[in-house]
Nanobody, 117 residues
Framework: QVQLVESGGGWVHPGGSLSLSCAAS????????MGWYRQGPDNLRDVVAA???????RYADSAKGRFTISRDNAKNTVHLQMNSLKPEDTAVYYC???????????WGQGTQVTVSS
């Protein structure tokens, strides 16, 4: 079992920045992919950014050039730096991890990001 604790988020003006963090804990796990998803008013949960243990990253088109994902494998943490935020970035952001061997996936509790003037 893996527990995920998210921090960060909140309210920001358009053009502002926010940083999200997620820490994973549990017994004997090896994480392959760590990522961030978001769920907006349409209730669809879409990937924002993801990073593998080896450092390969992928971003949603909407995040490219504005968001940066990073991880610390030793601490089992993942971070999402979000710059130039837009109102359409408003959503609940969820941390997700996929384990190396089992492929099991775990979700954080979600953190609200609101971008408005």
């Amino acid at each position: 079992q893996v527990q995920l604790v998210e921090s960060g988020g909140g309210w920001v003006h358009p053009g502002g920045s926010l940083s999200l963090s997620c820490a994973a804990s549990g017994n004997r796990f090896d994480i392959y992919v760590m990522g961030w998803y978001r769920q907006g008013p349409d209730n669809l949960r879409d990937v924002v950014a993801a990073i593998t243990k080896g450092g390969s990253v992928r971003y949603a088109d909407s995040a490219k050039g504005r968001f940066t994902i990073s991880r610390d494998n030793a601490k089992n943490t993942v971070h999402l730096q979000m710059n130039s935020l837009k109102p359409e970035d408003t959503a609940v952001y969820y941390c997700n991890v996929e384990l190396m061997n089992s492929g099991k996936s775990y979700w954080g509790q979600g953190t609200q990001v609101t971008v408005s003037s």
